[in-house]
Structure formats: C-alpha cells, structure tokens
C-alpha cells in the first residue's frame, strides 16, 4: 500500500491561511499526490491533485517538495464551511487509492 | 453532471440476512470503486471495476461480500449472510479512468446490522 502520514488534527482561525502537511516518503515515480476532504455524512470530496509541480486551483493550492516526500495543501482563507476530515492520498498505477486517517480540521471563528 | 448516486442512504437488517446497495455512478466514467468506512476512520478501498471488469479486491473482502457492474453502468454490492462487524457506511466512487482522473464519491449508504 502506498502510505502517508499526516497529523490527527489541526485547529485554524476563520480568514486565515491554513497549511495541511502530509508525509508518503515511500513515494514512486508515477504516484500522483491527491487531496481529498470529507464533511460529516457525506462521502469525500475531491480537492486537489499534482505530481512534480505546485498547482492551484479555485478550492485550494498543492505544494510538493522537491524530493516529493511531502505535500502542503493549502487553503488561503479558511471559511467555518472548510472544517473537515481532509485525506492525504498517493495515486498508484492510476487505480489504486488508500486512504489514512486524515487530518481533522477545526476552524474557529 | 447529477454525481454519484447511492441507494438506499441507510439499511438496518438484522444478522444474517443479504443486503445489497446499489451505485450509479456519472454516466461517462469507466471505472467505479466500492469502500468500506467506519467511525472515525478513513475510507478502506474494497473493489475497482474498468468497465464490466472487476480488477482488483482487497483481502478485506470476505467471500460474503460480491460486487457486480453488469454492461459497465450501475454497480451493486452485496452482503450475505450479515455480521454485525459488517456495519459501516459503503462508498461508491467513480472516475473518468484517464490516467490520474479524481475519484468522485457518492454520499455513501450507512449499514447497521442489529
């Protein structure tokens, strides 16, 4: 299984930055890093993906490391409507998903 | 684009009985994933089709479980012979199937076996 680590849970402020790390330094070649997010009752949420080169897009930006050992994905204002569970996940072989436990976010207002 | 549907969005059965979901996943993606997911726990990949063909199945599946996507459309999952192990909520996914398509996901059908 292709594994990441990230914290259990992470607390924000409302409108600020927030910064969610992830770990998978058993990284390959070809597995793209995607992020997810799931709200309570509801299946996950598609948020982000890339490979090699940071990538934004209207929800959030992906940072990756050079050596591709980890990924920030960042949102650049937190809203109450972003406290979720988000998933840190390698995509291998273009079919295979495992997910972790995630990363609990709690926005405060 | 009316996204991933589930059906039902819950099942209460009582042990030892067959339940069975059904996924209709967005109408031009190839594959289709099923997962398992339980209280405060990420999502467990169970099985992946392409298509008509069911490609792949976690050891997680025990051989009361099957998955069927008859004509590549719609997917069903059924449960024999229920445990209470076996409550959780089930996940259906869908993706285009191009190289590093996302994975869209349904809202998921809660089981509770009693």
């Not at chain 2, 099923?34 to 405060?40: A, F, I, K, N, S």
Request: proline share 5%.
């Amino acid at each position: 299984d292709a594994k990441t680590t990230q914290p259990n849970s992470m607390e924000s402020n409302e409108e600020e930055p927030v910064h969610l790390p992830c770990n998978h330094s058993t990284i390959s070649g070809t597995d793209y890093i995607h992020w997810y997010r799931q709200l309570p009752s509801q299946g996950p949420e598609y948020v982000i993906h890339g490979l090699t080169s940071n990538v934004n897009n209207r929800m959030a930006s992906l940072a990756i490391a050079e050596d591709r050992k980890s990924s920030t994905l960042i949102l650049h204002r937190a809203t109450l409507r972003d406290a979720a569970v988000y998933y840190c996940i390698l995509d291998r072989n273009f079919n295979k998903f495992y997910f972790g436990s995630g990363t609990k976010l709690n926005v405060k207002p | 684009d009316t996204g991933v549907s589930q059906d039902p969005r819950h099942k209460i059965t009582k042990r030892g009985q067959n339940v069975t979901f059904r996924c209709d996943p967005i109408s031009e993606h190839n594959r289709l994933y099923w997962y398992r997911q339980t209280l405060g726990q990420g999502p467990e990949f169970l099985t992946y089709f392409q298509n008509e063909a069911q490609l792949e199945k976690s050891r997680l599946l025990s051989d009361r479980f099957s998955a069927e996507r008859p004509k590549g459309s719609f997917s069903t999952l059924e449960i024999q012979r229920t445990e209470q192990g076996d409550s959780a909520m089930y996940l259906c996914a869908s993706s285009a199937g191009t190289g590093n398509s996302p994975l869209h996901f349904g809202n998921g059908t809660r089981l509770t076996v009693t």
